[in-house]
């Protein structure tokens, strides 16, 4: 049988139940037992073992960290068990803005640019006190690495990142326009992103595409799901530049993931990348051929099929068996993990306005025993990943947080409002 990968995407999983319950909870989803898990090492508030880089967020102080979830992940599968440990790219944990991404209009987001060297050199730093827990491999999730949004303070979007490092990274690779083309209503980005009230429409691109210049197909494409209006015609040129920009775009992406990396490579361990799609996904800014073509990991993560001729060029798959792979379920943790800020910033009832909201996107996971199956006969995948996170367990969670956050049992009708559509077994 083929691999069979339980994902814990957050610590805030590992604090309400142990490793053993979650690699129990994965033949219910599935029928088999799960032969490799992915621990979460970095999240969105930092690490959770002792590193030099930032202390142990103080929700996870007092309770197990990594190598208490190393030692009990050895001990339920053996030697012959892969042990990952996860990285999510964020890293607004380190609280400064000199290595903050910088959107179109220069104005800085929190969140950290892994074209950055000096970012690179930390996450080096904490990868190499990763693998000193006994992992056997480290997986670097990309679903939200540069965040592309609408915003209420510009015209069009705001698109990331276009630093100093970005910007010079993409003009060696041949893209020389400077930012002002994707400023204002007009920019170039117009013919794949469109704001609307609930998140932004978008148009992820096929690497073929970018490859070659395919402006027409990127227009019809556009014009079909009405993301833009206009003449075909007079939209061809700015598909062509558009193009142009993500074929750097892709490049650059794909070697600074490499570059972060390199401390595994040097020590033979095994690396991992999650995408949300083999395609340029707008929240990743890369395509899984980009990555391939650089060597940028060992191998990949995502829900969708990958082109043929990258599985008979040795490119190793895996599938996510997830919309947009993690990216929901890391929106649903960041919401948990951030309560009492978000608390006190809007208020308890706003809280939990954007905590039901985040939930609901808990309903993109697929892991399920139909899924698992198709997987071990779909050619192209060496395996399939999941997070077996169901709806009681979801509402535990969502009932625990509340409770510490507030003081207050929610009432059983409230609760009920959280509930997610379980997968069928």
């Given at each position: 049988?083929?691999?069979?990968?339980?994902?814990?995407?957050?610590?805030?999983?590992?604090?309400?139940?142990?490793?053993?319950?979650?690699?129990?909870?994965?033949?219910?989803?599935?029928?088999?037992?799960?032969?490799?898990?992915?621990?979460?090492?970095?999240?969105?508030?930092?690490?959770?073992?002792?590193?030099?880089?930032?202390?142990?967020?103080?929700?996870?102080?007092?309770?197990?960290?990594?190598?208490?979830?190393?030692?009990?992940?050895?001990?339920?599968?053996?030697?012959?068990?892969?042990?990952?440990?996860?990285?999510?790219?964020?890293?607004?944990?380190?609280?400064?803005?000199?290595?903050?991404?910088?959107?179109?209009?220069?104005?800085?987001?929190?969140?950290?640019?892994?074209?950055?060297?000096?970012?690179?050199?930390?996450?080096?730093?904490?990868?190499?006190?990763?693998?000193?827990?006994?992992?056997?491999?480290?997986?670097?999730?990309?679903?939200?690495?540069?965040?592309?949004?609408?915003?209420?303070?510009?015209?069009?979007?705001?698109?990331?990142?276009?630093?100093?490092?970005?910007?010079?990274?993409?003009?060696?690779?041949?893209?020389?326009?400077?930012?002002?083309?994707?400023?204002?209503?007009?920019?170039?980005?117009?013919?794949?992103?469109r704001v609307e009230d609930d998140g932004t429409a978008y148009v992820d691109t096929p690497q073929?595409?970018?490859?070659?210049?395919?402006?027409?197909?990127?227009?019809?494409?556009?014009?079909?799901?009405?993301?833009?209006?206009?003449?075909?015609?007079?939209?061809?040129?700015?598909?062509?530049?558009?193009?142009?920009?993500?074929?750097?775009?892709?490049?650059?992406?794909?070697?600074?993931?490499?570059?972060?990396?390199?401390?595994?490579?040097?020590?033979?361990?095994?690396?991992?990348?999650?995408?949300?799609?083999?395609?340029?996904?707008?929240?990743?800014?890369?395509?899984?051929?980009?990555?391939?073509?650089?060597?940028?990991?060992?191998?990949?993560?995502?829900?969708?099929?990958?082109?043929?001729?990258?599985?008979?060029?040795?490119?190793?798959?895996?599938?996510?068996?997830?919309?947009?792979?993690?990216?929901?379920?890391?929106?649903?943790?960041?919401?948990?993990?951030?309560?009492?800020?978000?608390?006190?910033?809007?208020?308890?009832?706003?809280?939990?306005?954007?905590?039901?909201?985040?939930?609901?996107?808990?309903?993109?996971?697929?892991?399920?025993a139909g899924a698992a199956y198709v997987v071990e006969h779909l050619p192209e995948f060496a395996?399939?990943?999941?997070?077996?996170?169901?709806?009681?367990?979801?509402?535990?969670?969502?009932?625990?947080?509340?409770?510490?956050?507030?003081?207050?049992?929610?009432?059983?009708?409230?609760?009920?409002?959280?509930?997610?559509?379980?997968?069928?077994?």
């Amino acid at each position: 049988m083929k691999r069979a990968i339980a994902h814990i995407p957050s610590a805030e999983m590992l604090r309400l139940k142990p490793v053993e319950y979650w690699l129990g909870r994965f033949p219910d989803f599935v029928r088999r037992s799960a032969t490799e898990i992915v621990l979460p090492a970095v999240g969105t508030f930092g690490p959770s073992f002792e590193s030099e880089v930032h202390p142990i967020p103080p929700a996870l102080r007092g309770h197990e960290l990594l190598p208490d979830w190393v030692r009990q992940a050895r001990d339920l599968l053996g030697e012959e068990g892969a042990i990952w440990a996860n990285i999510i790219v964020d890293g607004q944990f380190l609280d400064n803005s000199a290595i903050w991404q910088k959107n179109q209009y220069d104005q800085e987001f929190a969140q950290v640019c892994i074209t950055h060297p000096t970012v690179q050199r930390i996450l080096h730093q904490m990868i190499s006190e990763i693998l000193e827990h006994g992992v056997d491999g480290v997986v670097l999730d990309l679903t939200d690495a540069y965040p592309n949004s609408g915003s209420d303070s510009y015209a069009g979007l705001s698109a990331h990142c276009f630093c100093a490092y970005c910007m010079e990274a993409m003009r060696l690779k041949g893209f020389r326009e400077s930012k002002d083309a994707f400023i204002g209503d007009d920019s170039i980005l117009r013919l794949a992103l469109r704001v609307e009230d609930d998140g932004t429409a978008y148009v992820d691109t096929p690497q073929s595409w970018i490859d070659h210049r395919n402006a027409d197909a990127l227009v019809s494409l556009a014009l079909a799901r009405r993301i833009v209006s206009g003449e075909s015609q007079q939209l061809t040129a700015e598909a062509m530049r558009l193009l142009a920009y993500l074929r750097a775009r892709v490049q650059v992406t794909a070697e600074a993931v490499r570059a972060v990396l390199a401390p595994c490579r040097d020590k033979g361990m095994r690396t991992a990348v999650i995408l949300g799609s083999a395609d340029c996904d707008w929240s990743s800014m890369v395509t899984l051929e980009a990555l391939h073509t650089a060597k940028s990991a060992s191998e990949y993560w995502l829900p969708d099929s990958p082109d043929p001729q990258l599985t008979a060029a040795g490119a190793q798959i895996v599938q996510f068996l997830a919309t947009r792979s993690t990216y929901g379920f890391n929106r649903f943790f960041e919401t948990v993990e951030d309560a009492d800020k978000r608390i006190v910033l809007f208020g308890i009832d706003e809280f939990l306005k954007n905590l039901m909201s985040t939930s609901k996107r808990l309903m993109g996971n697929k892991l399920s025993a139909g899924a698992a199956y198709v997987v071990e006969h779909l050619p192209e995948f060496a395996g399939f990943v999941g997070i077996p996170l169901g709806q009681q367990d979801h509402l535990d969670i969502v009932e625990q947080l509340t409770h510490s956050v507030t003081g207050v049992v929610l009432p059983q009708e409230l609760l009920m409002k959280f509930r997610i559509v379980e997968p069928s077994p």
